[in-house]
């Protein structure tokens, strides 16, 4: 059986952040199935600018939206900060606007907070609006997994690595 390829991204420019670490999990515990990727280039993203989004976008640009694009589906994982997404996560996403390499592409994102409210509800009406395929399934608000992360830099909490097999097991079945 050929392992499906997804494209995960971190929301965190934290160097071991916990967003990564909840990648890293997933990647671990579903490697009989899945190829995860992820992606380590977020800080090199320029500023979204839509001078610069015409015939020939930057290199990474190009390279990030192919990488999307080739996946079968995407994982993204990031914090909140000051109820929002960062800032680095959105500038991403924004170069993704004049594209439709999210159109119908299978989405799931776990929020990793200490709330996640606000980056909850943003980043549905995003996804929604780039018109990926997302549902109630493929979302997760997950509180406090910054203490759930053991010394290799896995996520420990049982419940929580349930939470997310569910959300992963979903995904799947979109990307069938």
């Known amino acids: ?3 499906k390829k997804i494209f995960a991204i971190s929301g965190s420019t934290r160097s071991q952040s916990s967003n990564e670490s909840i990648l890293k999990t997933i990647s671990k515990m579903n490697s009989d199935r899945l190829e995860v990727s ?3 280039q977020l800080t090199d ?3 979204f600018n839509p ?3 015409k015939d020939n976008p930057p290199e990474v640009i190009r390279n ?3 990488s999307i694009q080739e996946s079968d589906g995407v994982i993204i994982c990031t914090p909140e900060y000051i109820f929002s997404l960062p800032a680095a996560l959105k500038n991403a996403i924004e170069w993704m606007v004049s594209t439709t390499v999210f159109t119908d592409k299978p989405t799931a994102f776990i929020i990793a907070s200490g ?3 606000r980056s909850f509800e943003s980043l549905t009406v995003i996804m929604d609006t780039l018109q990926a395929k997302i549902n109630d399934r493929t979302r997760l608000l997950l509180k406090g997994s910054r203490s759930s992360i ?4 896995y996520l420990s909490d049982p419940s929580a690595i349930g939470e997310i097999e569910k959300l992963v097991r979903e995904l799947e079945h979109m990307m069938e």
């Open 150 to 153: 053991d010394e290799n830099g």
């Open 64 to 66: 990030f939206r192919n």
């Open 45 to 47: 993203l320029p500023h």
């Open 115 to 117: 709330l996640g409210e």
């Open 1 to 3: 059986m050929k392992r």
């Open 38 to 40: 992820i992606f380590k």
């Open 51 to 53: 001078d610069l989004d």
